[in-house]
């Protein structure tokens, strides 16, 4: 296998790793629960209920089979929030597709090359999602508050992200820190899988070439 069909190979699946890992966080709701008393305890008007039903929806919203509006329990939302969560909701769409479609043909090609003993470009997908989630570690220690504003300036092209809480009280219990949280934890599952991507190249690569 030459040197481009390697590096595209270990592309598709780094593609499937990075994207997979970004839904497991974002559908990891456990992570949100863990933390509702203390987002309560900085917002006390909102019982717990109230708080947990608004991630779901939010949640729900934002994963692809959704259509519809997005309606909250309970709390007011102005034309510019709406539109930023529909914003995001375009964003996880593509990520959706984009993992789908790497996923499917990940697969197909460790079956195939599973088969011809060419098992090596996990190597090199490996390596990339192990050391990407290092590298992107950096910002978020160093000041994720920054990194933070930066990434939201990047990926959207006006300020309707910046909230005022008055008009769009849904971002009191949508603290800061808990992006941080998800954040590090999306990275967990990229070096996660990356470990798992190394393992299924020393397991079936050394079966192939055992038998």
């Known amino acids: ?29 456990i992570l949100y629960y863990m933390n509702i008393t203390k987002i309560q305890a900085q917002n006390g008007e909102y019982d717990y209920a109230l708080i947990k039903s608004n991630y779901d929806i939010l ?3 934002l994963n692809p089979f959704y259509r519809g509006k997005l309606q909250l329990n309970g709390l007011p939302m102005s034309p510019q929030g709406e539109f930023h969560f529909y ?7 593509l990520v959706w597709i984009l993992f789908a479609v790497s996923l499917i043909l990940s697969v197909l090609l460790f079956i195939k090359r599973k088969r011809e003993n060419q098992l090596g470009y996990l190597k090199g997908a490996a390596a990339f999602t192990f ?25 959207f092209s006006n300020d ?9 009280p849904v971002i009191r219990i949508l603290p800061e820190w808990f992006f941080m949280y998800a954040a590090f934890l ?13 393992f299924l190249e020393k ?3 050394k079966k192939k070439q055992d038998a």
């Not at 309707?160 to 769009?168: C, G, S, V």
């Open 160 to 168: 309707y992200w910046i909230f005022d809480p008055n008009i769009d």
């Open 59 to 61: 949640i729900d919203y």
């Open 186 to 198: 999306i990275l967990l599952y990229m070096v996660l899988l990356a470990l798992l991507t190394l």
């Open 1 to 29: 296998m030459n040197k481009f069909k390697t590096a595209l190979y270990a592309l598709i699946h780094a593609v499937a790793v990075l994207t997979g890992s970004v839904l497991l966080g974002l559908n990891t709701r």
């Open 87 to 93: 914003e995001v909701k375009v964003i996880f769409d």
């Open 131 to 155: 050391i990407l989630p290092l590298l992107l570690g950096i910002p978020f220690v160093v000041n994720f508050s920054r990194a933070f504003v930066v990434f939201h300036e990047i990926a």
């Open 203 to 205: 397991t079936f690569g």
